[in-house]
């Protein structure tokens, strides 16, 4: 297949669009911009560029992996953003979802483990000119308490439970989206919303296979 590099993938981003993410179901117009407008291949290791459109997920280094594109639409719709929220990443790898994410929220905050990564999300997102995320290294399951609250936590690895933190840290009214469950076995993305009085109401939406959670309150591996 030849790819229109020339055309910075425009073709294989369309057809990314069509195929994958409407075709299955995401209806949310934001979300669909988003995708049709973030350079998915920009965020992705050199040798693996060519394959930035295919419908799976990649490796992007120190053993993670970038979701495949449906799952970040997925992912995104499932948050309920009208834009102009404040939302919190956990996982930010080479900082993809993150960017399709500052194209709704007015600010995106996300947090990584490896220092490598974050590292690397960093220039990418500076050089792409994706000024409303901020990025920390660090611990992701402890949230990041001195920007809180959250209308929209996002997790992009799999934990064992959600942690106490992040439903201390959305806001009323606000939805968190992890996969939780056993990591060896697959998990099931997990739709959260903050009630008043310390209710939440809980979704299951999808089954899935993320990387691992490490930290406090990830697994212990
Ligand atoms: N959202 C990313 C994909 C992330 S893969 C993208 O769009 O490219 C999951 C990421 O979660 C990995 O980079 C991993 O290092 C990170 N991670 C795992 N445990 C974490 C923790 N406790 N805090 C922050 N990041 C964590």
């Excluded at 949310?28 to 965020?43: D, G, S, Y």
Aim: glycine share 10%; aromatic share 10%.
């Amino acid at each position: 297949m030849k790819y229109d590099k020339d055309n910075n993938f425009q073709t294989e981003r369309e057809r990314m669009v069509r195929s994958q993410i409407e075709n299955r179901g995401v209806t949310n117009p934001l979300v669909i911009k988003a995708m049709r407008t973030v350079p998915r291949h920009e965020f992705m290791p050199e040798d693996v560029q060519d394959m930035a459109y295919t419908d799976r997920p990649l490796p992007l280094g120190q053993g993670q992996t970038i979701s495949q594109p449906y799952i970040v639409a997925f992912m995104t719709q499932s948050l309920r953003l009208c834009g102009g929220e404040k939302v919190l990443e956990i996982g930010t790898g080479l900082g993809y979802q993150a960017a399709v994410l500052s194209q709704i929220a007015s600010e995106v905050y996300s947090i990584e483990y490896l220092a490598e990564l974050e590292a690397r999300a960093r220039n990418l997102l500076t050089y792409l000119g994706y000024n409303n995320v901020h990025l920390k290294l660090g611990d992701g399951t402890l949230g990041w308490p001195e920007m809180s609250p959250f209308d929209g936590i996002i997790v992009t690895a799999s934990g064992p439970d959600i942690p106490d933190s992040f439903k201390e840290q959305l806001a009323v009214g606000g939805r968190l989206v992890m996969p939780v469950g056993e990591y060896r076995f697959g998990q099931t993305i997990i739709r959260l919303t903050k009630g008043t009085g310390g209710h939440f109401q809980e979704e299951r939406l999808l089954d899935v296979a993320f990387v691992p959670l490490q930290g406090k309150f990830g697994w212990n591996i």
